[in-house]
């Protein structure tokens, strides 16, 4: 049973587009949440991450929006660019936890020129 | 800087073969992860170390073991390879272990049991 539910497993958008990938949690205990970007060939990569006592973050192009009560996060790439081609993995962890990071089952992103 | 190295980039294995994977990781930290990425299923943790001489186990240990001689080398063994470990292995390491810390990966191997 997975700990972390996400979807879509894949997406297409236009560039210059919006691409928003979701993720749900049903431990209320997790705290940290990043986002994890891949390339073929490559192995995934921090992205950006968020604690839950913020309701969002922002780096560049990139913005994580928590929802706390919902048990629901969410990347939104703004502007998306064919280089944003990836796969992107949402995960959860929690302290006292030592190691255990829960991925979700990843999102195949396509960004057409 | 090479980070983390894996080895090999790929491999067919037959089933019932004995195989190690080696990973090794010149930043000095503490903490090692093997990982498997089977579609559908996202990253899935095998074994970890926290520092050297020290193991533990993930969501999906069996099948698998680890150790941990020294600081760099972390190698994942597959005593008698079965088909439904056919999968994409991935090493991580992460500087102490504690929670809430970057993981950083290797390149992968492509690991096919027939």
């Known amino acids: 049973q997975q700990q972390v539910k996400q979807s879509p497993q894949s997406l297409i958008v236009q560039k210059g587009g919006i691409s928003i990938i979701n993720c749900a949690y049903e431990?209320?205990?997790?705290?940290?949440f990043p986002w994890y970007q891949q390339f073929p060939g490559k192995g995934p990569a921090l992205l950006i991450a968020i604690r839950p006592d913020v309701s969002e973050k922002k780096e560049g192009r990139f913005t994580i929006s928590f929802n706390k009560s919902a048990k629901q996060f969410s990347l939104h790439i703004m502007d998306s660019q064919p280089g944003d081609s990836a796969t992107y993995f949402c995960a959860a962890s929690l302290s006292g936890n030592f190691n255990k990071f829960y991925f979700g089952s990843g999102t195949k992103l396509n960004v057409k020129p | 800087i090479a980070g983390i190295t894996q080895a090999p980039t790929s491999q067919i294995l037959a089933a019932g073969r004995r195989m190690t994977l080696r990973c090794t990781q010149d930043?000095?930290?503490?903490?090692m992860y093997w990982y498997r990425q089977d579609l559908g299923l996202g990253l899935r943790l095998i074994h970890y170390?926290?520092?050297?001489?020290?193991?533990g186990k993930g969501e999906v240990p069996d099948g698998y073991s680890v150790s941990r001689a020294n600081t760099d080398d972390f190698p994942l063994t597959l005593a008698s390879a079965v088909p439904s470990q056919t999968s994409v292995y991935f090493c991580?390491?992460?500087?102490?272990?504690?929670?809430?810390?970057?993981?950083?990966f290797g390149s992968g191997t492509q690991l096919s049991v027939l």
């Open positions: 170390s926290n520092t050297a001489g020290t193991t």
């Open positions: 930043m000095r930290h503490n903490a």
């Open positions: 431990n209320t205990a997790f705290d940290y």
């Open positions: 991580a390491s992460s500087e102490s272990g504690t929670p809430n810390e970057k993981l950083f």
